[in-house]
């Protein structure tokens, strides 16, 4: 179903094909009030149905002089609609606090766009079709074809929390990768994000250097086409490979990155013939609900099972126990990418780039040896180091 041809979509129409007030409508796209998500879900539905396109909310920047950046003075940021609004998210709030950072310092206006729909032939972001932007962040998860079109339109890109190959196959980073014209217009194409393998590798191996390797400990994916995520899993894989053991599939399991997806998916690890002694979960969201799920089962963390969350977002070390993370520089990561976004406008012809930023290992209660370590199990600190070969002391927090 779409709208009256011509004409685009209401808030009030997407309001009354939801079922819920405009003030409710308004909410999901704006972020203001919270919202129920099975209201959240039916105007998410509606908006997809009618086609409809939020307008722009733009956080301008007010410089005590012109812009430090000649012929500069806007760039957008486009992100999908996800569960909480973008300045609510625990993960990419903070990357808009980096990008709007740099904003400021650089005299600069910064607007985003959150995309309903993210199917082939959805219309392109308002920011793009309107030209209000000298240049965008693509931040987070967005698919090939999108990111396809947009670029295709000239306007310069950095991607943000995702990655971009130029070779024509598939890039065992996880990255993505572009054949054709695409791998043409992907040369000028740059990307931050975190060296989200590197992540993995470090969360399984501190599982497996604690003594988790009878079983080998378990991991609560997400969704394979995050490429941060799948990237997470690499490094998981390998650390186990590494240290002699063969990865069982029987314990990944995949769920939205999300509490309900830890909540949902520990419970069925739980309900193994052989349950796991720890688990890394490919998020601190799903980390979250994991935890709420051995609580309710009156499993104790770390003594009966350790469990290992990723990003260390404010909640981790506020949890009960506090949570053993991977700890990535969200702030960093916005902006770095609006950095790189100045200088692809200033120099449209630069080759193109990818910036990984590091992450670390941050210690705290949720991780112990197993109750039971038997002495058949391999000195702790035995096991290689990451894939660089560099040393990783993790970092121990109260």
Known sequence: MAGPPGRRATLRQVAEHAGVSLGTASAVFTGKAAVSTTSRHAVERAASALGYRPTLRRTTVRPTDDTAVPGVRSIGLVIRLMEHSLRTNPFYSSVLEGAQGVCATL?????????????????????????????LLLVGYLPDHTIDQITATGVPCVLVDNGV????????????????????????????????????????????DLGHTDPVPAMIAGPAEFPSISDRLRG????????????????????????????????????LPTPPTAVFCC???????????????????????????YDDIELAGQAAPPLTTVRVDKGLMGAQGVWHLVQRIQRPAMSGRETLLEVT????????????HSRNHPHPHTHPRPPDGRPEPPSREP
């Open 361 to 372: 290992l941050v210690v705290r209660d949720s991780t112990a040896p197993p109750r039971h």
């Open 236 to 271: 998981y894989r390998r650390a186990i490979a590494d240290a002699g053991y063969a990865v069982d599939p029987a314990l990944i399991r995949t769920t939205t990155l999300s509490p309900a997806g830890g909540r949902a998916q520990m419970a069925e690890l739980l309900d």
């Open 107 to 135: 005299g600069l206006s910064l607007s985003y766009e959150l995309v309903v729909g993210i199917d082939r032939h959805d219309p392109l972001p308002l920011s793009v079709q309107r030209r209000e932007a000298h240049g």
């Open 283 to 309: 998020n601190d969201a799903t980390a979250l609900g994991a935890l709420a799920t051995l609580r309710e089962r009156g499993i104790s963390v770390p003594e009966d099972i350790s469990v290992v969350g």
């Open 165 to 208: 190959s130029l070779g024509g196959t598939h890039s065992p980073g996880g990255t993505r990768s572009l054949g054709g014209v695409r791998a043409a217009r992907a040369a000028t194409l740059d990307a931050v994000r975190n060296d989200d393998e590197r992540g993995g590798y470090l969360a399984a191996r501190h599982l497996l």
